[in-house]
């Protein structure tokens, strides 16, 4: 299971997945680097099915091609990985659309790309057409239909239904809230900041030297940042803390992920000067973020990223255990530097948890999204300790005006 599959499937089931307690059949289940199981709360009838035993796994099939179960027996069938190893794809998906209730709904998930992986074989990939081909054979609807650009798999991702009346949300509907520390560590060094100058000073300053004429922000909670902008601005913010929304800004109240997937093409209607990513805290959210903005940011652009430097290793844990917390996201900066050595980046020692500066963004690059899966995984199975050289800012410049005009290329 790659990550980006599961994030799909996840966001099937924030929009589309049922509320009431409900049959769900699983078809390729075995729990390899996860299983779609974790996605449903408890109460839900949940049934593995596979070709051979494993985790997650609650029956073999004797044979590939028949379902052992009623007609209309599940309200949910999810299909993930499974279609392009499954030679007589066709006999399979007609399967599906037998032990679907009427009006119950199919979340099917394969590849549009990707190299050969046999399990045992490999035999297709999938577009969209292809989807709507399947629907019309076996009289489902096809509701909704996307195809993610994320390499290497490129999933395509379709929500079927039998009969009924579902359309395609056009609007996202998932709220995600970081997490509350309200008590500190018991341990005072944990709650340990530094910097040489507060960042919202540095973030003035930068505004003032670049005059960007459109402005984006990822995580605007009470605004602070954002009132820093003198131009058009977009503000991305699912569960902020605005007041009041300052003049010249659009605010969108979503995850940055369902922006990216619903509205971006539509609000950005040019090139963004200067970004600040101060979203989720965690390295994917991090990842996805800079990767879905450069594809919008001017050649000359500048994106700003929070949070980059914890002072304690405390701080840098995925599941929050202090006040001051930055999470994962330092490890973006050894991700770019690997990637995409291309990117000039530099680090600046502000208070609280310094800022990481990208600039020669090249807004075509796909190396990032080529790239996200087999990168996230491998960075998630990694130690999750920030080096020691970042905790101790050995690598941070001091955030002077002389150094900010320097590294932005102003006299």
């Known amino acids: ?4 599959s599961m994030e799909n499937m996840q966001r ?17 289940a ?21 070709l051979a035993p494993g985790p997650g796994v609650d029956l073999v099939l004797e044979d590939p091609y028949v379902l052992p179960f009623e007609d209309g027996a599940f309200d949910l069938v999810l299909s993930g990985q499974m279609l392009e190893h499954c030679a007589h794809f066709w006999r399979t998906f007609a399967e599906i659309a037998r032990i679907m209730k009427p009006g119950g709904l199919a979340f099917i998930i394969a590849p549009s790309g990707g190299p050969i992986h046999r399990y045992p074989v490999d035999c297709y990939r999938f577009y969209p057409d292809a989807y709507q081909a399947l629907a019309d054979w076996t009289d489902l609807r096809l509701v909704h239909c996307w195809m993610d650009d994320r390499g290497p798999w490129r999933d395509l991702v379709g929500v079927f239904q039998k009969g009924g009346d579902l359309q395609a949300i056009q609007a996202p509907l998932a709220q995600t809230v970081l997490p509350v520390k309200t008590t500190p560590h018991p341990d005072p060094a944990a709650e340990r900041t530094a910097g040489a100058r507060p960042y919202l000073d540095v973030l003035r300053e930068m505004h003032d030297i670049l005059k960007p004429q459109l402005y984006l922000e990822i995580g605007v909670r009470l605004g602070h940042s954002l009132e820093l902008a003198q131009c058009e601005s977009i503000a991305i913010d699912p569960s902020h803390d605005l007041e009041q929304v300052p003049e010249n800004t659009r605010l969108f109240e979503t995850t940055s992920d369902d922006f990216f997937f619903f509205h971006a093409e539509d609000a950005i209607t040019k090139p963004v000067d200067l970004a600040f990513i101060d979203g989720m805290h965690l390295i994917e959210f991090a990842y996805r973020d800079f990767m879905n903005l450069e594809a919008f940011m001017s050649a000359g652009g500048t994106v700003i990223i929070d949070d980059i430097l914890p002072c304690h290793p405390l701080q840098a844990r995925r599941d929050r255990q202090t006040q001051v917390w930055t999470g ?16 000039e980046l530099t ?14 963004l090249k807004p075509r690059n796909p190396r990032l999204k080529d790239r996200y899966n087999p990168e996230l995984r491998a960075i998630l199975g990694e130690p999750a300790d920030p080096p020691r050289d970042l905790i101790d800012r050995s690598q941070a410049l001091a955030p002077t005006s002389e150094n900010l005009r320097r590294v932005l290329g102003v006299a």
Request: aromatic share 10%; charged share 25%.
């Open 12 to 28: 099937c089931v924030d929009w589309y997945g049922p509320e009431s307690p409900s049959k769900i059949v699983d078809l390729g």
């Open 328 to 343: 994962d996201v330092w490890r973006l900066l050894p991700l770019l530097e690997r990637l995409r050595p291309d990117l």
């Open 1 to 4: 299971m790659h990550p980006s």
């Open 347 to 360: 680090l600046f020692d502000t208070a609280p948890t310094g800022l990481l500066m990208i600039r020669k």
């Open 30 to 50: 075995s729990d390899v680097n996860g299983s779609y199981r974790q996605l449903f709360a408890g109460h839900h009838e949940f049934t593995g099915v596979d």
